[in-house]
């Protein structure tokens, strides 16, 4: 793949050769050891090349797995280790990667090899070997305003309430007093620009005031366990929410600002136990509160929370809480551990309770998956996020000092949409309270903590991290003639077989589990001919498919919708009321108030029919879906939803204007004033400040066009350049591509004059901010339109590119082959030829 220099800054090679160090011992696949008339055969990597010379008692296990940057045979590791012990039948043991087979027959199965990501590994540093005595208290944030996160340490016994500077960890005193607690927040109090300490001084609560540390009392006399610090009435002005534990665990406390040195405080009786988090549990951009086994809904003010109950299986009432989206469903599930002893019980389980489709429903359904069971009832620190950067959440967890040993310090690896796990643990010496942060700012997730009772800080860093090479893809052919032109194109699990599936136009692809595989072309069912949009309409898990009756271009206004059985099976629904237009260029699906059913909007090729929107009944397959034009102001091209004002609810940007979402109004907010047409937009956070940008691809047929994005400060927005040169960006995505932790653009070239010129690019985010980009050549050779979407198709963990185009009737997958090339092709031996307890 040819690289071409947008701006200042090239690939580094050294970036890439450290990558390619790094990724060497990365695990083949399930690795199945057969002697067969005195020899043992090697059943792993790509084409299951490789072999072990006659076995003779014991022998080096060498792997050639045929990788071009690898040309001498290595040793095979297994975990990462040079040693590890089996024993199959008593028969056989493997030590030190040697191999002692003493039958011929023998089979031996090296299992959990099967991971292509980059080996997780962490580097332990201490930070400060005689911190405060019994460190309770940890909290992290940018005190210092340099950008970085620095580490907060409260002591119980003494020592005080210290801050360490990242990255010379400089001790700085706030409070050299003690009896700090087990909980430090990190919050600009009174919104002056400057991060504030919040914390628990014996039986007071506390913020301290950036620079001077001036300490403010918001109350006294309550003891206090966990605390939480968010603007929770949407006053903007932070407000807090506390809780104890133990006999007075049966209480929320509430202090509302109303200014930075005045606290009204409420309380809310809840049930006994510890345990506080704060999370947007039913997506309505409000922060509800999770304690055990029950969260509250905010309804808008601190004197209203609904009470949900989530779990009555779970009655251990001392936990410790997490949220995230454990199986990837979009929804945000919650994770618990025992985080102390409850009466005579001394061992418990770590789970995670399943979001449903309504978490607000009185019928709501949170279905507990256990991670780990009969665990010690010491796990005072459970935590959510993808530290192996495979794209799904992991969880980490750690046991403080009380337990017996080991007290580990590990994590679960997420290896099946929070089915199954892999735990990898990085300590024994326990911990306490941890703290989740990418403490060095290379994109991947560290850990942050003290044991309880001990003076040691102790920062475990993340070695994962290094961009992978965007050169080596390979181009495959769906489908070489498509009946008709698509207008869409998504990927989805359509048969839930655990597989991306590719959907467009009136067809979806089966994915045959590897990407030069036959791709089966499955009919959705008639009268749906172009795909729309994919979604799980009605809830029951399955995707659905909403689409027009028209084929390509054809002017067709009306719908139809495929409700999935759940095997990819539709049964056909027209009970929708149709539009006004030709074909659809734009559409997004979404609830885009917390009290809104699911709507979807709509833009359409022809001009002057406004912005449109179908609503879903409750029961999508009874009753007509209603119609209405909400808007007469359309950019007629794609439609992107997202919250662009920070009000809560959701927006639908149409290109440089979006429709400002206004309890059912929709009033337009110009962008940016240009006489140019946008075409393909994205709403995404390219300079990571935590605001929504727009990336925008504008119109441009057969000649140059511009690709920018849009910065959002207060109500102006700023249009930063990415490039002026491409032809015809009418193809557009965002994702990480290259596994740094920021958001790189994706566009496809729409060249009718020229198709065999058409060009799909990359472009990298090289420096996080938005401000220096690098054009990468990802394939030459086939116009885009509507395409270039990115997912991982293949589950190997880096991204891949599907599309479709204008001019041709193919259906194409650009496999990025970054890990296969490292690692070569892992497979899974037949179940039925590994030896029992393995």
């Known amino acids: 793949m040819r690289k071409e220099k947008m701006k200042i800054k090239d690939p580094s090679t050294k970036a890439i050769s450290n990558t390619a160090k790094q990724l060497f011992w990365r695990i083949l696949s399930s690795v199945l050891l057969m002697v067969v008339g005195g020899f043992a055969e090697l059943k792993c990597g790509r084409e299951g090349r490789g072999a072990i010379s006659p076995y003779a008692g014991q022998e080096n296990i060498i792997v050639n797995p045929g990788i071009d940057m690898l040309k001498s045979p290595w040793l095979f590791y297994t975990n990462g280790q040079r040693s590890w012990d089996t024993d199959v039948a008593g028969a056989g043991s493997a030590q030190a990667a040697h191999v002692n087979i003493l039958q011929p027959g023998t089979s031996i199965t090296f299992s959990n090899c099967g991971n292509r990501s980059p080996q997780l590994n962490f580097e332990n540093v201490i930070i400060d070997a005689n911190g405060p005595a019994s460190i309770w208290g940890k909290g992290i944030g940018d005190l210092n305003g340099d950008g970085s996160p620095d580490l907060v340490v409260g002591g119980y016994s003494g020592g005080g309430l210290v801050w360490y500077e990242n990255s010379n960890w400089q001790k700085r005193t706030i409070d050299p007093g003690a009896k700090f607690g087990t909980d430090i927040e990190v919050s600009d109090i009174n919104g002056d620009g400057k991060k504030d300490v919040v914390t628990i001084k014996d039986q007071s609560l506390i913020w301290y005031e950036n620079p001077n540390w001036t300490p403010h009392v918001i109350s006294s006399g309550t003891k206090l366990h966990d605390v939480e610090v968010a603007d929770l009435d949407g006053d903007g002005k932070l407000d807090m929410v506390a809780r104890n534990q133990y006999t007075t665990g049966n209480f929320l406390h509430f202090y509302r600002q109303v200014s930075p040195t005045s606290w009204e405080r409420s309380q809310l009786a809840c049930p006994h136990g510890e345990g506080l988090v704060l999370a947007k549990i039913n997506g309505h951009n409000r922060l509800d509160i999770v304690i055990n086994g029950t969260w509250y809904e905010n309804k808008g003010t601190i004197g209203s929370w609904t009470q949900h ?106 290896k099946g949409e929070g089915t199954s796990w892999a735990k990898k643990v990085i300590a024994h010496t326990g911990s306490h ?324 010129q058409a060009r799909l690019f990359i472009y990298t985010n090289d420096n996080g901010d938005g401000t220096v980009w690098t054009r990468h050549l990802v394939s030459t050779g086939d116009e885009h339109h509507d395409g270039a979407a990115v997912m991982d198709i293949d589950g190997d963990g880096d991204m891949d590119i599907i599309s479709i185009g204008w001019s041709h009737n193919r259906v194409l997958l650009y496999e990025n082959r970054a890990i296969l090339d490292l690692v070569g092709t892992p497979t899974t031996p037949n179940p039925s030829q590994r030896a029992p307890g393995f």
């Not at 996020?385 to 967890?397: L, N, T, Y």
């Not at 337009?668 to 691809?697: C, E, F, M, W, Y």
């Open 309 to 414: 109950v989530y779990t009555a299986t779970w009655t251990h009432k001392f936990t410790f809480i997490a949220v995230g989206d454990v199986n990837g469903d979009g929804r945000l599930d919650i994770v618990l551990s025992p985080s102390e002893p409850d009466g005579a019980s001394q061992s418990y389980r770590i789970s995670w309770f399943e979001a449903p489709h309504d978490p607000s429903a009185a019928s709501a359904n949170w279905v507990e998956h256990v991670i780990a069971n009969d665990v010690e009832t010491l796990y005072h620190f459970v935590g959510t996020g993808d530290f192996d950067k495979d794209g799904k959440v992991d969880i980490a967890v750690a046991k403080m000092l009380q337990g017996t040993p080991p007290q580990e310090v590990a994590i679960y690896l997420n």
């Open 433 to 756: 309270s941890m703290r989740i942060i990418d403490i060095d700012g290379d994109g991947d997730l560290d850990l942050y903590g003290a044991n309880h009772q001990e003076n040691r800080v102790n920062l475990w860093r993340n070695l994962i991290s290094s961009k992978l090479p965007l050169s080596s893809w390979k181009r495959h052919v769906v489908d070489s003639s498509k009946p008709w032109t698509s207008i869409f194109i998504t990927g989805a699990d359509v048969d839930k077989d655990g597989k991306k599936d590719i959907i467009t136009g009136g067809w979806w692809y089966k994915n045959p589990g590897a990407p030069s595989g036959a791709w089966e072309r499955k009919t959705i069912g008639l009268p749906v001919n172009n795909m729309a949009v994919v979604y799980d309409f009605d809830g029951d898990g399955s995707m659905d498919i909403l689409g027009t009756q028209g084929q390509g271009a054809n002017a067709d206004s009306k719908f139809a919708w495929a409700h999935n059985n759940g095997s990819g099976t539709f049964t056909i629904f027209r009970n929708i009321s149709s539009g006004e237009g030709d074909f659809l260029q734009g559409v997004a699906v979404d609830r885009f108030r917390a009290d809104n059913p699911i709507r979807v909007a709509l833009s359409w090729h022809t001009a002057g029919q406004g912005v449109q929107m179908l609503t879903v009944p409750t029961n999508p397959r009874l009753g007509i879906w209603p119609w209405a034009r909400i808007s007469q102001t359309s950019q007629d091209e794609c439609l992107s939803a997202g919250d662009l004002d920070a009000d809560g609810d959701l927006d639908l940007l149409l290109g440089t204007q979006y429709l400002q979402n206004n309890s059912g109004s929709w009033n337009p907010v110009i962008i940016s004033s240009t006489s140019t047409s946008p075409d393909r937009n994205r709403l995404t956070d390219i300079n990571a400040d935590g605001k929504l940008d727009t990336v925008v691809g504008f119109e441009a047929i057969s000649k140059p066009g511009k690709v920018a994005w849009y910065e959002r400060s207060g109500t102006t927005w700023k249009e930063n350049i990415i490039d002026t040169t491409v032809i015809g960006p009418m193809s557009l995505d965002v994702a990480d591509m290259n596994g740094d932790g920021t958001i790189d653009v994706i566009v496809g070239e729409h060249n009718l004059a020229a198709p065999e």
